[in-house]
């Protein structure tokens, strides 16, 4: 495959991968077959209780008079108790065909504050307290993974997030990053960098992943939206890659939620429908995707018509390898009496379990190591029934 080249572009490029300890190489020759796992990071905490509405329990109209939604205003019918909201009926063939299910009631160790900045640390490092961990439990959960050849993982965003952030390596690439390098320069570079072996690594990284995000887009036009993040990963992990992450941004819905809502929802569908799209039913059998966001919203709607920072949320599980075509999780009520502080739902899951399943089932590390390690202290629960049998 030939490349046009841009100095500018490979300059940018090669020097911030040669910066970062987290770009390993590319390469092309494996032939994949295992397990995958993708984590979509829900940025502004996801109103589960809008995404998932338990219309079941009466106490959701009395808590949320304008929010709440029946069956016969467009709720789409789960189970005779939870419905799902219009905006994403799109993912109801994948509920059909048990590819898509959600967890409720679903938290982190965070309790008391309500800061976008602390509940992202939570989520992203796995740790009990704010800042207790200072990696990613992705990143630490890549060294356990018994199969070398499942250790590649890319984060695909235009700079290293926490989940990811550590000592192992990572690749990390954007749909719109693009080296656009000709064939005299890129062997300049060869002949400049080749006594400096950090930044001739960062070279050779630099064209084998642009080479093969190139194969990904084969010529089509590329972006910076959910799609473009969502083709990317799929192509990364139809090659060597068995680990992707990427985020979702805009569920910080304080105001008129009715209609702020439709737009990161119908993100998160287009990500986890592409994600199936580009990938072959092979591949899509053995992967797994869950996506999670930092905490849940208050139980009550307030006076803008929206809500606010609260605990207990939701986390959505698809693909091949999810026991789909279920709401897992015990479910507190809404009750009063039930909530949490009288404000929020209470959580009844720890999210690390959920995320400790996946690592234990998707790829086989021991609990020993997720208890020592990865999640510090968790004691994983081996009977988590979140993938297929």
């Known amino acids: 495959m030939t490349t046009e080249l841009s100095r500018r572009a490979f300059l940018g490029g090669a020097c911030c991968l040669a910066a970062s300890p987290l770009v ?22 996801m109103d ?3 995404l998932v509405q338990p219309y079941g329990d009466p106490a959701l109209r009395v808590l949320r008079p304008q929010l709440s939604l029946t069956p016969e205003q467009g709720l789409v019918d789960l189970d005779g108790h939870f419905g799902l909201h219009p905006f994403a009926e799109a993912l109801m063939p994948l509920w059909r065909s048990r590819e898509i299910g959600f967890v409720h009631a679903i938290s982190t160790p965070y309790r008391a504050g309500r800061s976008h900045f602390d509940g992202q640390d939570m989520l992203e490092s796995g740790g009990t307290v704010v800042q207790e ?9 890549i060294a356990s993974i018994p199969r070398r050849s499942e ?19 990572v690749d990390v690439w954007s749909p719109r990053a693009d080296l656009n390098l000709g064939l005299d320069e890129q062997a300049f570079f060869e002949r400049l960098y080749r006594n400096d072996p950090v930044f001739a690594a960062a ?102 018509g929206g809500t606010d920072h609260g605990t207990g949320g939701l986390a959505i599980l698809a693909g091949g390898a999810v026991s789909g075509g279920k709401v897992h999780g015990a479910w507190p009520t809404l009750r009063e009496g039930s909530l949490l502080d009288d404000r929020d739902l209470a959580p009844t899951t720890d999210l690390r379990q959920l995320a400790a399943a996946m690592l234990y089932q998707q790829f086989g590390i021991s609990a020993k190591a997720i208890s020592s390690g990865i999640f510090p202290g968790l004691s994983l629960d081996t009977s988590a029934s979140y993938l297929r049998g």
């Open 24 to 45: 390993t190489p590319v390469s092309f020759a494996a032939v994949p077959g295992d397990n995958r796992l993708v984590t979509i990071v829900l940025r502004g905490a």
């Open 48 to 50: 589960g209780l809008a």
């Open 133 to 141: 961990e200072r990696t990613g439990w992705l990143n630490r959960a």
């Open 151 to 169: 250790r590649r993982a890319i984060d695909v965003n235009t700079t290293s997030e926490l989940i990811l952030t550590g000592p192992n390596p």
């Open 203 to 304: 070279m050779s990284e630099a064209v084998a992943t642009d080479m093969f995000s190139d194969g990904i887009y084969a010529g089509a036009k590329r972006g910076a939206g959910i799609a473009d993040v969502a083709k990317l990963a799929a192509g990364m992990l139809s090659g060597e890659h068995r680990i992707a992450s990427f985020s979702i941004n805009g569920w910080d819905t304080h105001v008129g939620q009715d209609k702020t809502f439709k737009g990161p929802v119908t993100e998160l569908c287009t990500a986890i429908l592409t994600l199936k799209a580009n990938l072959t039913p092979d591949i899509w059998r053995k992967t797994a995707i869950i996506a999670i966001t930092e905490f849940g919203r208050t139980a009550r709607e307030n006076g803008s």
